[in-house]
């Protein structure tokens, strides 16, 4: 996972568990934007470059490591990046 947001000495404080429910938080909205567009996993990892596995980990709570991969995945979604930056930072725990 990167440290997109903490030094490493702060991602030991904060419990596994809360970086996971904070994933999944992630994952879940990021499904609901999916699946309102009417597309399946398989088109969007498609329009984002990437591999259906990589695009269902995210859903299933495992936050994407860089801001390039953040970004594919909203433009993958045609989603505008304004959208998706507020995202990040209300769940900005799961990258501690």
């Known amino acids: 996972m990167s440290n997109m947001f903490r030094s490493s000495s702060q ?3 904060i419990p596994l568990f809360r970086r996971q429910a ?10 609901g934007a999916r699946e309102e567009r009417g ?3 398989e088109e969007a990892a498609e329009a984002a470059g990437m591999d259906v596995v990589e695009w269902e980990a995210v ?3 495992q936050v994407p490591e860089t801001w ?3 970004h594919r995945m909203a433009d993958g979604l045609g989603i505008d990046r ?3 930056f ?3 930072l209300f769940c900005c725990e ?3």
């Open 94 to 96: 799961a990258w501690s």
């Open 59 to 61: 859903e299933a709570g």
């Open 39 to 41: 597309r399946s996993v």
């Open 86 to 88: 507020p995202l990040v």
């Open 68 to 70: 390039e991969q953040v």
């Open 11 to 13: 991602s030991r404080r």
């Open 22 to 31: 904070w994933g999944d938080v992630f994952g879940n909205f990021l499904r």
């Open 82 to 84: 304004s959208w998706i």
